[in-house]
């Protein structure tokens, strides 16, 4: 029902409790734009970070964007 909004790929078959039959999921690896075209999307998340950057997401306005990401590199540097 994704298959044009997303790039995906099966995994082995599950077996979830209260379904009689086996489950396929999806490894989720890319989101597709409008025109079929895979969006980088960064998505990172452990102790000390939660990461989500989609660049296709912004506009041309970029300075905000960049400024926090180069105040965390500078957080990291200086750590």
Do not use: C, W
Request: glycine content about 10%; hydrophobic content about 45%.
């Amino acid at each position: 029902m994704v298959r044009d909004t997303v790039v995906a790929r099966a995994l082995p078959p599950i077996t979830m409790k209260g379904i009689s039959r086996e489950v396929i999921p999806y490894l989720v690896g890319g989101v597709l734009d409008a025109t079929g075209k895979n969006v980088r999307v960064f998505s990172e998340h452990m102790t000390g970070l939660d990461f989500y950057f989609n660049a296709g997401m912004i506009d041309s306005a970029k300075a905000p964007h960049i400024r926090i990401l180069q105040g965390a590199l500078k957080a990291l540097d200086d750590g």
